[in-house]
């Protein structure tokens, strides 16, 4: 038997904090469903913990042909020049490499992680894996799954991919660039959760209907509990004199550093605050500011409650512009004054053919485009 937990956002978790539970067979169907602390959890069971949509940032990457310790030191890398905050602070893992070279990786605050597992090991309860909340849904090739708790949703959309999302029973706008995105739409998107399942078919041209929980768990596709925090790592006092000598090493190294590498380091971090800054006064209370498409998939209640932000036209401007251009090729944008400026990736829109060829598809789209550099902005025909 294991017992799945449904966590509550590991900032806010608690000894006393209430959380919903699975109780799972040996072949993972669920026997039992209810709420508990953690020290009333049923004696004897160890544990799988489903992250709350919030703490966890699904991405794909393409991974190296690396393995072990040499992967664990390359994902964060792979990974940092889709992140503003310090990559140091933040644990990732990886699926396996697919043919193409591609893989799902998993970004997580590492000390929120750790004072996590921490509590869960003081209370004396075992932690075997710590999960996605996308990955904890099923999947088939012909339907989403959709599980929406308190205001805060997820949705599995293939067998390694899917995205968290905040709700408030209206439509997710989210889904709405999925299903836009998606080369074959699903068949029909089953939300576990608050909706209008009526309002969402009609919006999304899927249809939508609510169903009761699973009554089975999914395996478990991307465990978190990879690298530093593997299965008998977590005793810290087995590896006191490794963790010495690593200190000391690092201490070495870091003496070691020119004043050039410390220059770099100090201009890198200017920039990144001012990224920072631009991104969280567009998006209100971002923790983790990601590349702008992932931002506005997973935090889009937030740029609609920002000041001075007209939502409407804003995702109008951003859905169509989602048919016309690859998302890949856009490395920033940010909306102000009923104009969408959008930043390329460089050598994306370099040529005079390939910028015509982008305006005559935004015209078709009902929008005006100017270039200054390698910036576009992107208006509706008569607006201001």
């Not at 983790?288 to 931002?295: H, R, T, W």
């Not at 982008?358 to 910036?375: C, I, Q, Y």
């Amino acid at each position: 038997m294991r017992l799945r937990l449904w966590m509550p956002p590991m900032a806010e978790l608690r000894a006393d904090s209430e959380i919903s539970f699975d109780l799972l067979d040996k072949n993972r169907r669920v026997q039992h469903r209810a709420t508990s602390t953690i020290a009333g959890l049923p004696k004897n069971t160890d544990c799988e913990l489903v992250l709350h949509p919030s703490d966890v940032v699904i991405l794909e990457i393409h991974l190296p042909k690396l393995s072990g310790s040499k992967l664990a030191k390359a994902l964060p890398s792979l990974v940092e020049e889709r992140l503003i905050s310090d990559v140091e602070s933040i644990h990732v893992v990886a699926t396996p490499r697919g043919p193409d070279g591609t893989a799902v990786a998993a970004a997580v605050d590492r000390a929120l992680l750790r004072r996590t597992l921490d509590l869960f090991e003081k209370l004396k309860r075992r932690v075997l894996a710590v999960v996605p909340a996308p990955f904890a849904l099923s999947y088939d090739a012909n339907r989403w799954r959709v599980r929406i708790v308190d205001g805060a949703g997820s949705v599995r959309t293939g067998a390694e991919s899917g995205v968290s999302f905040e709700s408030r029973h209206d439509v997710p706008v989210e889904l709405e660039l999925l299903i836009k995105q998606a080369v074959v739409p699903p068949a029909v998107i089953e939300v576990d959760g608050d909706c209008d399942a009526g309002a969402w078919s009609q919006a999304l041209g899927v249809a939508v209907k609510q169903v009761a929980p699973e009554s089975n768990a999914s395996p478990v596709l991307l465990d978190l509990l990879q690298y530093q925090f593997a299965a008998g790592l977590t005793n810290w006092g087995r590896w006191r004199t490794s963790a010495v000598l690593a200190i000391v090493l690092l201490v070495v190294m870091l003496a070691g550093l020119n004043l050039h590498a410390w220059k770099l380091r100090s201009e890198e971090k200017v920039l990144r605050e001012r990224m920072a800054s631009i991104v969280q006064e567009v998006i209100p209370g971002a923790s983790v500011v990601l590349d702008p498409m992932a931002q506005v998939r997973q935090r889009v209640d937030q740029l609609r409650s920002g000041a001075g932000i007209n939502s409407g036209e804003f995702l109008s401007i951003a859905l169509d512009l989602a048919d016309i251009v690859d998302v890949n090729s856009v490395q920033r944008f940010e909306y102000r004054n009923k104009a969408l400026n959008v930043d390329f990736v460089d050598g994306v829109l370099d040529g005079e053919e390939g910028r015509r060829e982008f305006v005559t598809r935004a015209s078709d789209a009902g929008l005006k485009v100017r270039f200054t550099g390698n910036r576009a902005t992107v208006q509706r025909r008569g607006g201001a």
